[in-house]
């Protein structure tokens, strides 16, 4: 038994933050149900081949198809949805109500329903009907203009502050929360999560530091953003980086002795006009190594230092490896399930389906009879047959 075993999840297809959030419901015990279109539509920019698709944020669901086009496939779905303890969606405002398989009607019919929006804006405000992406979004919390190097242009921080961190797991955490309140006795609810306000969550010290006049505007001047010479990283002599965040004092001391720097009269930590100084004999000492070879002096320190692995890199780590941090699923490396629980483990997921793969046995564990199966594939309700 998972920590979430028991939660029966209805997830509507789509792609980055919403499936984001829903792995992490699965990989927590809990069953996905994801209702796929019945053909992957080309804006969605999933592959059209057969099979499972590599996808990670995918994994540990099983899959029926619909066309939610047509009529009668919205009276299928609701017969999901009353079965459900969570739907998660995330197409844009007044999508799923014009489908008829809005909130409203979803809570009708299943009051401790717990019902996950997942958008970029949000449900409501003048810019929650207009398309947008992870940059964009994070452009407008604020988080953006922190993220780049001074005098330079800011910089995507891939899409993992709006997409991942301020959208799917907001959205994961708001859903878990909205469940713990339906077993204390509160009602169903609409959890709506937008990625603009979980970017600006994510950022919330920076405001503090700004409150107090400890934060600039201008990039790359500050002490978490790569201006202070003692967090950011440093190239090693095989081309490789190697990262600094020795922001502590005592830190700072030993990162100066490993580097053979703490006899050569640098300018103090904080004295910002000796700054420049600092970078560039922090630069010339990383430089006259190779990067295993910085990975031997600084192994056991506390300097906190550390290599900048590559994605294909990092799984090989022995961190990762003694804590089973990245598993092989279906022949793909990736992350495993997190956080972990000691009395609860999450197991190994399964690959992500292809279209309607296992969804027989789904409706069968959800408690569907043969004959209301037969009837929800009258109304379009499609699965892979005997899988």
Known sequence: MSVLSGIRVVEFEAIGPGPFGTMLLADMGADVLRID??????????????GPRIDITGRGRRSVTLDLKQPDAVAAALDLIARADVVIEGFRPGTMERLGLGPEVALARNPKLVYGRMTGWGQTGPMADRAGHDLNYIALSGVLSGIGNQGGKPVPPLNLVGDYGGGGMLLALGVVAALLNVQRGGVGQVVDAAMIEGAAQLGSVFWGLLSTGKWREERGTNLLDGGCPWY??????????????????????????????????LPKQHDRAGWPRLREAFEQAFASRTRDAWCSVFEGSDACVAPVLGFAEAPNHPQHRARGSFIAVDGVVQPGPAPRFSATPSAQPAPAPARGEHGAKALHDWGFGAQEIERLQQLGLGFQPNA
Not at 37 to 50: F, H, I, M, N, S
Not at 237 to 264: I, N, P, T
């Open 232 to 265: 950011d990283s440093y190239r090693t002599s095989d081309g490789h980086y190697m990262s600094v965040g020795a922001l502590e004092a005592r830190f700072y001391a030993e990162l100066l002795d490993k580097l053979d720097l703490a006899d050569a009269g």
């Open 37 to 50: 279109r019945p053909v992957p539509p080309a804006d969605l920019g999933l592959p059209r081949t057969e």
